[in-house]
């Protein structure tokens, strides 16, 4: 049976894509969320996690945030090298979030303010430092700043997730995760 598998650096990300992942694909493909202790443990533990994982027919996502790293690619390079040798590259796909996972809330600030019920949000999204917050250095300060500390990583993470539109493109790193999902799900 198809399973789709997340390999996440942090439970911030599971919290969202619990909530995302449903409303993404259904539940026709069954999702597991497997987070590790930050991106070193990701890292270290990658390859053993994949290789030794029983279901041959899962699909992995890999999601990881760039932080301070200053080169997208070259992250993405060296991670899908670490799962070059687990002999199941084609079903492994990596996604990096730029900066940041709060990069995606920020590209999409109808959701958080729908989610931590805050009034007037939505109506800053057309200022310039948001229409592309992949270029937002903090995104995580940012969104707390933005939300008066109403935002928290898990909690706030989970609700935001519930009415992230799909099809919002503003964070290019969103919309490749979203991709991503979708392949995953559906291909054979």
């Known amino acids: 049976m198809s399973e789709l598998v997340f390999l ?6 599971k919290a969202m894509l619990e909530q995302l992942v449903p409303r993404l694909i259904g539940m ?3 999702a597991r969320y497997i987070t590790f202790e930050g991106k070193q443990d990701l890292e270290k533990q990658l390859e053993r996690r994949i290789r030794g994982y029983l279901n041959p027919n899962a699909r992995f996502i890999v999601l990881r945030d760039l932080d301070s790293n200053p080169n997208c690619k070259k992250l993405k390079t060296n991670l899908l090298a ?11 796909l990596v996604r990096i979030a730029c900066q940041e996972l709060e990069a995606f809330y920020l590209g999409d600030l109808e959701a958080v303010a729908s989610a931590l019920n805050i009034k007037l949000l939505a109506g800053q999204q ?9 270029s937002i250095v903090n995104p995580k300060r940012e969104l707390k700043t ?23 493109t503003r964070s290019r790193s969103f919309a490749h995760l979203v991709s991503a999902i979708r392949k995953s799900a559906y291909s054979d």
Do not use: M, W
């Not at 996440?8 to 990300?13: I, N, R």
């Open 126 to 134: 057309n200022k310039k430092r948001f229409r592309d917050p992949d």
């Open 82 to 92: 670490k799962v070059n040798s687990t002999g199941k590259t084609a079903q492994i």
């Open 28 to 30: 026709d493909v069954p």
């Open 146 to 168: 933005l939300t008066k500390d109403e935002y928290t990583q898990v909690s706030g993470s989970r609700l935001i997730g519930r009415h992230l539109n799909l099809d919002n």
């Open 8 to 13: 996440l650096e942090e439970a911030s990300a």
